[in-house]
């Protein structure tokens, strides 16, 4: 079966610091991955999504970016982290086929920075 | 904007009651999907329907889809204090990789 991890679960950042969120995925292969971002009481905005080995889309201009080193490892990444950077990152996974497939998600990174 | 939107916003119902909460959108779809998110959680899907269905069960949920109004709505029979989460629905897109989601219905089941 198939299984999605990721990590940290809970994460304290200072403004200006670097970040590393990864996500893997075991039991499929060419999945499509992808990124969201939750504010508190909110739906999901989709930051990043990948269809294949570093092959990313970003959907919104941020100091965040994504990358996709193995077929089933997606890592978010920021250079310098903003006091809006805060929130919920969800990652996500699908089988390959577009849009249309439904999405299997991790428990998330809860981010806070400071 | 493309994102759906829910309604209601907030939901709270008695263990037993039924909860309906409804759905709409705005771009040409392939399906329509729900997912359940518990506080603090991933989401966890829980049902598509095609844009050729008009309805689909899956044990308590009931899920039904309009296209002419571009309209779904998701009825959870005898709710649980288990069925307490938000739920929100999806818009699967013809062609394209992203899955556009609602800001979601907060359901509280109370015992």
């Known amino acids: 079966s198939q299984t999605i991890h990721q990590w940290p679960a809970t994460l304290v950042q200072p403004v200006g610091s670097p970040l590393s969120l990864e996500c893997t995925v075991e039991?499929?292969?060419?999945?499509?991955l992808y990124w969201y971002r939750q504010a508190a009481g909110r739906g999901l905005q989709l930051l990043f999504y990948?269809?294949?080995?570093?092959?990313i889309s970003s959907e919104v201009p941020q100091n965040l970016s994504a990358s996709r080193p193995q077929d089933r490892q997606f890592i978010l990444s920021s250079k310098k982290l903003l006091l809006s950077d805060s929130g919920f990152y969800l990652c996500?996974?699908?089988?390959?086929?577009?849009?249309?497939?439904?999405?299997?998600f991790g428990d998330g990174t809860r981010l806070s920075i400071l | 904007s493309q994102q759906g939107e829910e309604d209601p916003q907030a939901l709270s119902i008695q263990e037993g009651e039924n909860a309906t909460m409804n759905c709409s959108y705005k771009?040409?779809?392939?399906?329509l999907q729900w997912y359940r998110q518990n506080s603090g959680r991933g989401l966890v899907h829980l049902i598509l329907?095609?844009?050729?269905?008009r309805e689909k069960h899956s044990g308590r949920l009931r899920v039904t889809l309009d296209t002419s109004k571009k309209s779904s709505s998701l009825l959870i029979t005898a709710s649980r204090a288990a069925d307490t989460a938000s739920y929100f629905c999806?818009?699967?897109?013809?062609?394209?990789?992203?899955?556009?989601f609602g800001a979601g219905t907060r359901l509280f089941v109370k015992a």
């Open positions: 996500a996974w699908s089988i390959s086929g577009g849009g249309n497939q439904p999405q299997h």
């Open positions: 039991g499929t292969s060419n999945p499509n």
């Open positions: 990948s269809v294949g080995i570093g092959q």
């Open positions: 771009t040409s779809i392939n399906n």
């Open positions: 329907i095609r844009s050729n269905e």
């Open positions: 999806a818009e699967g897109n013809t062609g394209g990789f992203k899955t556009i």
